[in-house]
Each structure stands twice: as structure tokens, then as C-alpha cells.
């Protein structure tokens, strides 16, 4: 999701293994820093999941890409 006027947008990418369901990208008025939020679904396998995350502004990447492993 992109937050409006500000042309960053979080972008999230989710494995075999779950889906996602929603993310949403905030900048923080106090101190001028992004937040990422994302939630995912299991599809019930259990196996393992991975998660990738980076905040882009238009063909600028903006961060390093968080990359984990989720056990569900």
C-alpha cells in the first residue's frame, strides 16, 4: 500500500507456504521514519515461509530488504 502524496510504498513478498493479506506503509509525524506493516496467512502445509520487505519510491529503493525465515 502506498501512502498518498508521498510516492513510497512498502513492498512485500511472501513464499510458498502463505499468502498476504494486507500491508500497510506509514511515515511516523513525530520523527520523519517508515513503517512497514504486513500480515500473512498459512496455508496449513507448516512448512517454512519466506518473508521479504523493502521500501521503495518509485525506481529508488529506499532500504535494505529485511529477509526472514517465518516458522508458522
Do not use: H
Not at 498518498?4 to 502463505?18: M, R
Not at 506509514?26 to 517508515?34: F, L, P, R, S
Not at 498459512?42 to 517465518?70: C, H
Amino acid at each position: 500500500m502506498k501512502v498518498t502524496g508521498t510516492g513510497v510504498e512498502g513492498i512485500v513478498t511472501v513464499g510458498a507456504g502463505a499468502t498476504l493479506t494486507g500491508a500497510v506503509t506509514q511515515k511516523n509525524a513525530i520523527n520523519g521514519t517508515w513503517r512497514l506493516a504486513f500480515e500473512i496467512k498459512p496455508d496449513g502445509s507448516g512448512r517454512p515461509v519466506e518473508l521479504r520487505a523493502f521500501l521503495r519510491k518509485g525506481d529508488n529503493v529506499l532500504t535494505e530488504t529485511w529477509s526472514y525465515l517465518w516458522q508458522p
